[in-house]
């Protein structure tokens, strides 16, 4: 698109179906390689990605070209599909329905950045959830508790 110049960064967090802790360290670079393919291939720029064995987090610049929730959606679809037809987990892998996305300045990119490199220290001091309705509530996003993501009773 011609004459067209935008600078979007987009922080997305989504969890596994039920929030199981299935994501394996001896595959999850592969899969955060994956989905940096899949974000590349729509002409999106991954910024940082990184998780914990029930959740992701995925930084990017996004293009105009395309819906958030289309890119999502194949992000999610294509990587399930993924771990699935390597057979990388025991049962069945979905994601849980449904993600967040917050928006940031470019000025702030090195601090988010940061933040998702650090997942895992940081979540020693803070458990998902509790960090999930943080953002929610710092971003003054609007959200009922019985629609947050979902752990297996």
Known sequence: MANTYTQIHIQSVFAVKYRACIIQPQWECDLY??????ISHYNHKVL?????PDHLHLFFGMRPTQSLSDLLEEVK????K???????TKGHFEWQSGFSAF???KMD?????????????????????????KMLTEFE????????????Q
């Not at 950045?113 to 999930?132: L, R």
């Not at 996003?141 to 297996?152: A, G, P, S």
């Open 33 to 38: 390689k994956y989905i940096t393919g899949i």
């Open 48 to 52: 940082a990605i990184n998780g914990m």
């Open 77 to 80: 679809g294509a990587s399930s």
């Open 82 to 88: 993924w771990i699935n037809n390597k057979r990388l």
């Open 103 to 105: 928006s940031y300045s």
């Open 109 to 133: 990119s090195k601090n988010v950045i940061g933040y998702i490199e650090n997942q895992k220290i940081h979540h020693k001091k803070i458990n998902f959830m509790d960090e999930y309705k």
């Open 141 to 152: 996003v609007d959200f009922d508790e019985k629609y947050l993501f979902k752990e297996l």
